[in-house]
């Protein structure tokens, strides 16, 4: 009987823990748990609290062109393609080789109809990565768009 109260005692002294050790203040979190936090909002479909949590790292790690980049694929979600392709832009600005960041410029500006420039962003994305398959089939199909577009006026 003893052995089950103690037993009993350490769960509920772990149930109590658990709480305070999961939530850390905000203002003690790294650029990382703020970058983690983003990516878990986002997959919540929480796109523009992931897009604070994305402000947080950019705050502390201006040149970080992952989270530059996440915040712009947010910003896209909830519409406002401006921005994100300004993101992007900025991402892009840090690391010219982010085949990433290209590819997701390439996919506002088909959310805006400007296939000619999103076609220019895939190919810039597959020059960095030839293999980037998502890419070469999102600059096809524009290529195809743009084709019936002059076809058919």
């Given at each position: 009987?003893?052995?089950?109260?103690?037993?009993?005692?350490?769960?509920?002294?772990?149930?109590?823990?658990?709480?305070?050790?999961?939530?850390?203040?905000?203002?003690a979190?790294s650029?990382?748990?703020?970058?983690?936090?983003?990516?878990?909002?986002?997959?919540?479909?929480?796109f523009?609290?992931?897009?604070?949590?994305?402000?947080?790292?950019?705050?502390m790690?201006?040149?970080?062109?992952e989270?530059?980049n996440?915040?712009?694929i947010?910003?896209?979600?909830?519409?406002?393609?401006?921005?994100?392709?300004?993101?992007?832009?900025?991402?892009i600005g840090?690391n010219?080789?982010?085949a990433e960041?290209?590819?997701?410029?390439?996919?506002v500006?088909?959310?805006?109809?400007?296939?000619?420039?999103?076609?220019?962003?895939?190919?810039?994305?597959?020059q960095?990565?030839?293999?980037?398959e998502?890419?070469?089939?999102?600059?096809?199909?524009?290529?195809?768009?743009?084709?019936?577009?002059v076809?058919?006026?």
């Amino acid at each position: 009987m003893k052995l089950i109260h103690s037993w009993i005692m350490m769960i509920l002294i772990f149930a109590i823990m658990v709480p305070s050790l999961g939530q850390m203040s905000e203002g003690a979190m790294s650029p990382d748990d703020w970058f983690d936090r983003g990516q878990a909002l986002y997959y919540q479909d929480r796109f523009n609290e992931s897009i604070d949590a994305y402000d947080q790292v950019i705050e502390m790690e201006p040149r970080n062109a992952e989270a530059w980049n996440n915040k712009g694929i947010n910003l896209g979600m909830v519409g406002r393609y401006d921005e994100a392709l300004s993101a992007f832009s900025t991402a892009i600005g840090i690391n010219p080789s982010y085949a990433e960041a290209w590819y997701n410029t390439g996919v506002v500006l088909d959310f805006m109809q400007d296939f000619e420039s999103a076609i220019q962003a895939y190919n810039r994305a597959t020059q960095i990565d030839p293999h980037y398959e998502k890419a070469w089939l999102n600059k096809n199909r524009d290529i195809d768009i743009v084709g019936i577009y002059v076809s058919y006026p």
